[in-house]
């Protein structure tokens, strides 16, 4: 008999065709609407695998109802809307979906930090809405790229890909992680740093390390006070990292001098959201692996981590 699983999220047909070769596959028929939790809660009790997002909390409860549910398969490289203890502790596996993203959101970091120092939302705008009358000496005038410092707070795949393209640019580059990594410092002649020399000397400085209770809040007021007022800093990992009311006032104050955001907190943001009123922000709706060929690549590799978890394999991309 095959193994019953449940999808959160309408994928692609080439997806659901390769879980339908070995599984039993109900899905959420609905791509821009998450689950709702009651249906979710209903579903997971007769399910060997569960697909999921980031959209959906795989806490505690909801885990417990899934008397038969061997691997709960994350389509992201995060996992903190996954209480991976209680999976552990239930003997449920848990996997995510690293490596196929890392090129395509470095790019997209990049381009964040690109689009922010030169201000290029603003500018569409600005012409859009036909105040565009005359060129000026400042006009418009944003912050240099080439030559600058970059920081990097936390050097994984993503980092050391960003490293790379700022490499292109002749950017002085230093980073922050839990542990140094010498022989990306060698290969991408980067320099380690601790905390406060980064925020103190970094041009832009870039979020790229993972969400846990160790990085909430990571960068607040006191180090957004450290930062230069040139400064711009770029989030595109999880929302949490950055507390959202000291960027606000950091911003509003001039204090640095713009903020590249693709991730929040609570997602989606609410248009009420007070760094959305302000024109030194760019913000994005969490787009740093939306790519055609990378959001199917993720999809079909947390297909086959859970198939190998459900084959009694052991998948891969395990995370517990």
Excluded at 49 to 66: F, Q
Excluded at 257 to 278: K, N, Q, R, Y
Excluded at 306 to 312: F, I, K, S, T, Y
Aim: glycine residues 6%; charged residues 25%.
């Amino acid at each position: 008999m095959k193994p019953k699983i449940y999808i959160t999220r309408k994928l692609p047909d080439i997806v659901v065709t390769r879980l339908t070769e070995v599984c039993e596959v109900k899905m959420w028929d609905k791509e821009e609407e998450p689950v709702p939790r009651e249906i979710l809660e209903k579903e997971i009790q007769d399910v060997d695998g569960l697909y999921c997002l980031l959209t959906e909390s795989i806490d505690k409860p909801l885990l417990n109802r899934g008397t038969r549910l061997k691997v709960v398969s994350n389509m992201a490289v995060g996992y903190n809307n996954i209480d991976v203890a209680a999976a552990t502790e239930k003997g449920i596996l848990v996997t995510n979906t690293p490596g196929v993203l890392t090129e395509t959101t470095a790019d997209l970091t990049f381009a964040l930090l690109m689009a922010t120092a030169r201000r290029l939302v603003e500018a569409s705008d600005y012409l859009r809405a036909g105040d565009w009358k005359t060129w000026s000496p400042m006009q418009l005038t944003g912050q240099d790229i080439y030559g600058a410092t970059l920081g990097i707070f936390g050097l994984g795949r993503i980092g050391e890909a960003l490293a790379k393209r700022a490499r292109g640019f002749d950017m002085k580059i230093l980073y922050h992680n839990r542990s140094r990594k010498l022989e990306a410092e060698e290969q991408l002649d980067i320099q380690y740093a601790d905390k406060e020399r980064l925020l103190r000397e970094s041009d832009f400085i870039c979020v790229l390390m993972p969400f846990t209770h160790e990085t909430k809040n990571y960068i607040g007021a006191a180090e957004l006070s450290l930062m230069k007022q040139t400064a711009v800093l770029v989030n595109t990992a999880r929302g949490g990292i950055v507390d959202e009311e000291a960027l606000y006032h950091a911003l509003k104050n001039r204090e640095i001098w713009g903020a590249g955001i693709d991730v929040f907190e609570e997602e989606p943001v609410s248009t009420e959201h007070p760094l959305l009123s302000l024109p030194n922000v760019v913000a994005l709706p969490h787009i740093g692996s939306a790519s055609k060929n990378t959001r199917l690549k993720m999809s079909l590799l947390a297909a086959e981590n859970l198939l190998q978890g459900l084959q009694g394999e052991t998948p891969k991309n395990i995370v517990n």
